[in-house]
């Protein structure tokens, strides 16, 4: 047996590498100052003679970091391009399969290409299918510069010789955190409270969760007999869970409205309605029904939100409140700015 030694290094800092059919990819990761112009270096060794291996003379400099997002499908390396982490002005995140992954790219892939920023999820959220030569990548889509809102989603591709395929995308409602192979179906995806299959059906991709958790994100306090609604969100559904101070861990569908549109915003409540940033919701907590507020109904309570003052006692008092032992909410006092204006004055409490 024969072994051999390869200085493959030199000013080169690698951190990472993979076998292909043939070669040894390895690369390094390097940004400069302030975080610009990030950028990672791929290096291949030839082992086309194991016992005589050779270092390839060329060199792929690749913007962004790739750091657990090159994966060796087959023949070739898959390389997932992130700009974003480059702060660089190149607005997509990019799927680029090659056998000779030192030829500049003419055809990779854009991954969300209608959305401003897009990024790459990290090695688990990539699954090659073998036997159909398919390939799934979960990604993230920012819908504005500043990220107030995320859509998510999977490219699926299929590699045809020494490039990728585009079979289209399927949108999600959660960030995918794995992809694994099904026995009754190409790929399940794992997120965090979902689990579902993606699928060809009639030449046509599909989403099916076979499970679905809706997380509650805000509990309020409706009536002086401890009666609360807790509002529960699923990617970009909610609904209502009208429940009781000794029910708030019981969870049935019986107590839970139907679902309805809401978006990433934290929500707030005013008397009988559930208000998020630009939408929202009545509810009945008797028949536990919601109904879809108007954008002129969102504006108003808005408006009253902001602009009422309440008061328990419309006397000035040193008392203090106990947490513990608060008054009826029926005992609280709201008044509009010209309302209080006109009894109190410039009274403060």
């Not at 990024?119 to 990539?126: H, I, N, Q, W």
């Not at 995320?150 to 020494?162: K, L, M, N, P, W």
């Not at 009208?242 to 934290?266: G, I, N, P």
């Not at 609280?332 to 409490?349: H, I, M, T, V």
Request: glycine residues 6%; negative net charge; charged residues 20%.
């Amino acid at each position: 047996m024969r072994t051999s030694a390869l200085d493959a290094s030199g000013s080169f800092d690698a951190t990472g590498g993979w076998f292909g059919r043939r070669q040894l990819f390895f690369h390094d990761y390097e940004f400069w100052s302030t975080y610009t112009n990030q950028h990672t270096n791929l290096r291949g060794v030839d082992l086309t003679n194991p016992a005589f291996p050779r270092l390839a003379s060329a060199e792929r400099q690749l913007l962004g970091s790739t750091l657990g997002q090159v994966l060796s499908f087959g023949a070739g390396l898959l390389i997932l391009q992130d700009p974003s982490a480059a702060l660089t002005t190149t607005s997509h995140a990019t799927l680029d399969y090659r056998v000779d992954p030192f030829a500049r790219a003419s055809d990779a892939l854009n991954i969300a290409a209608d959305a401003p920023w897009s990024a790459g999820r990290g090695p688990d959220t990539v699954y090659h299918d073998s036997a159909r030569d398919r390939v799934f990548t979960a990604y993230l889509a920012s819908e504005s510069a500043v990220g107030e809102s995320a859509s998510y989603g999977v490219q699926i591709s299929r590699i045809e010789g020494d490039h990728l395929r585009s079979e289209g995308q399927l949108s999600v409602p959660e960030d995918v955190e794995f992809l694994k192979p099904h026995a009754d179906t190409d790929a399940l995806a794992f997120a965090p409270n979902t689990l579902s299959t993606l699928a060809l059906e009639d030449d046509q991709w599909a989403h099916q969760a076979y499970f679905e958790n809706y997380d509650p994100i805000a509990l309020y306090r409706i009536s002086d007999d401890e009666e609360y609604v807790e509002v529960l969100r699923h990617g970009g559904s909610c609904k209502l869970r009208f429940t009781s101070a000794t029910t708030l861990d019981v969870r049935t569908s019986e107590r839970e409205s139907a679902a309805f549109a809401c978006e990433a915003s934290r929500p707030w409540a005013h008397t009988h309605h559930i208000v998020f940033t630009h939408g929202g919701v009545r509810f009945d907590p008797t028949s536990r029904s919601v109904q879809v507020l108007t954008p002129e109904e969102v504006t108003q309570l808005e408006q009253t939100r902001d602009e009422r003052t309440c008061v328990y006692s419309e006397q000035a008092t040193d008392a203090e409140l106990d947490a513990h032992a608060l008054p009826p909410v029926a005992d609280l006092r709201c008044y509009a700015p010209d309302a209080y204006a006109a009894k109190f004055g410039g009274a403060s409490f």
